[in-house]
T-cell receptor, first 115, second 112 residues
Framework: DAGVIQSPRHEVTEMGQEVTLRCKPI?????LFWYRQTMMRGLELLIY????????DSGMPEDRFSAKMPNASFSTLKIQPSEPRDSAVYFC?????????????FGPGTRLTVT | QQQVKQSPQSLIVQKGGISIINCAYENTAFDYFPWYQQFPGKGPALLIA?????SEKKEGRFTISFNKSAKQFSLHIMDSQPGDSATYFCAAKETSGSRLTFGEGTQLTVNP
């Protein structure tokens, strides 16, 4: 079975450029999470969606960050304009909401470098 | 903001030894406590999880001990193996939603 798919796996861009990260959750999952991982701040939740609706975006750093989930099988995280401090590994995770199972399945991540 | 504190930051254990990682949380609004394992270049993966109505859960060589009154929980890895070398994260889920709050992570190295 395919897990969470993220693209690109690596992205190098210059400060000021727009960056778009993509995620395809596991088929059938109805919750999707975007995380950022850095050495300084660890693993931080940026935003999560239930049934394509943003539920909690309190972790989004600032207005330069935006996330969308136009349908159940696709989500994007956009940074515009990008800054060097945005350099991090960005993970997407999904889960099947409801019931008593809370496991989140993580994708392989996108390593973003902003120069 | 609710926090989960994890220690130690790094841990070196000999093959066959016991690895112990500890976490503490600050309030009672959590109802699910998972541990995730992350290998370099990979995303975190669920290892084992516990709910606050039990004090211990064991799966193979991995055991979670949970102390509700102390607001602490720990991961024990018995008979540690070099293949266990990874970064381990504890986490806690808020009762009211799906948000997971992660600890800072522990880098475990198991020497052969």
């Amino acid at each position: 079975d395919a897990g969470v798919i993220q693209s690109p796996r690596h992205e190098v861009t210059e400060m000021g450029q727009e960056v778009t990260l993509r995620c395809k959750p596991i088929s059938g999952h109805n919750s999707l999470f975007w995380y950022r991982q850095t050495m300084m701040r660890g693993l931080e939740l940026l935003i999560y969606f239930n049934n394509n609706v943003p539920i909690d975006d309190s972790g989004m750093p600032e207005d330069r960050f935006s996330a969308k989930m136009p349908n159940a099988s696709f989500s994007t995280l956009k940074i515009q304009p990008s800054e060097p401090r945005d350099s991090a590994v960005y993970f997407c995770a999904s889960r099947l909401a409801g019931g008593t199972q809370y496991e989140q399945y993580f994708g392989p991540g996108t390593r973003l470098t902003v120069t | 903001q609710q926090q989960v504190k994890q220690s130690p930051q790094s841990l070196i254990v000999q093959k066959g030894g016991i690895s112990i990682i500890n976490c503490a949380y600050e309030n009672t609004a959590f109802d699910y406590f998972p541990w995730y394992q992350q290998f370099p270049g990979k995303g975190p993966a669920l290892l084992i999880a516990i709910r606050p109505d039990v004090s211990e859960k064991k799966e193979g060589r991995f055991t979670i001990s949970f102390n509700k009154s102390a607001k602490q929980f720990s991961l024990h890895i018995m008979d540690s193996q070099p293949g266990d070398s990874a970064t381990y994260f504890c986490a806690a889920k808020e009762t009211s939603g799906s948000r997971l709050t992660f600890g800072e992570g522990t880098q475990l190295t198991v020497n052969p």
